[in-house]
């Protein structure tokens, strides 16, 4: 029997609408619903057996905390159901790797988890969305997806959901995995890697049940000659932690040390991250090596586990 699964939307460019077929930026996101979707691809019965749900029509860029703990909670009711093999989610990709990274520190390895999107609109000349939604079930349905935790799959390429980041603000290949890079390729289904992340599934989604949304953690960027003052606010906003994005390898400029520390004696995290878009920050800094650094996690995922942190008490930060 063909396996069985639940594809849930959330609206995102690959729903999107726009009044010409050569328009690719003036689009309303989110405009179809799964069924349209779905009737845009065929052979995808051929592939699993479907059923659909829209849990959100959003353009990504207005995902918030508060639908993610949505989102958790709805692919946790469906992986639960003997019917249920898998579940894929069409998603934007402007907060796909935030998204991709949260469930991931939710939902341990099992059932699959596989994430899609596209960056043309689906009514655009050569729209990128039916194939990469023909390909997302592709690996959904395939054995051997379960067990890898949450998955991306973009432009026959598979990522660990926890080291996707986009890019680019309009190629085809915008999603892709600095330093580690893909687990495999669609169309036939191969993985050639394993999820080098091991913090799938570290915060119980039990723990998060009676959260509506999480803690305010804030991201600062700092620049060259930046004003600390930026975070002396931070306990005045009521923020339970704040990523700072830092230059180099997380390297805190010396006029924010004191700001740093003041922040930190107030009862707000803070938390040392780069701007640069590869490489790890080290434990210490030579600035004040009192702040702890993201490790690998760039200032959006660091943002994401220091919430679940300040939300559980479980640790989220690895070096």
Known sequence: MAPRLTLLSTGGTIAGRAASAADTTGYTAGALDPAALIAAVPGLDTLAMLSCEAVFAIDSKDMTPARWLTLLRTVRQHLARADCDGVVITHGTDTLEETA????????????????????????????????????????????????????????????????????????????????????????????????DDTAGRVPADALAALDDLPRVDILHVAAGSDPDLLAGAADRHCAGVVLALPGNGSLPAAWVDAARQAQAAGVRVLRASRTPAGAVSPAADADAALPGSGRLNPVKARIALMLEQATGIACLTP
């Open 101 to 196: 990274f949260f469930l991931h520190l939710c939902l341990p390895p099992g059932k699959p988890v596989v994430l899609t999107a596209a960056m043309r609109p689906a009514t655009a000349l050569s729209a990128d969305g039916p194939m990469n939604l023909y390909q997302a079930v592709a690996v959904a349905a395939d054995p051997a997806a379960h067990g890898k935790g949450v998955l991306v799959v973009m432009n026959d390429t598979i990522f660990a959901g926890a080291t996707v980041v986009k890019r680019h603000t309009g190629a085809l290949d915008a999603i892709t995995a600095p330093d580690v890079g893909p687990l495999g390729h669609a169309l036939p289904v191969r993985f050639v890697a394993t999820p080098v």
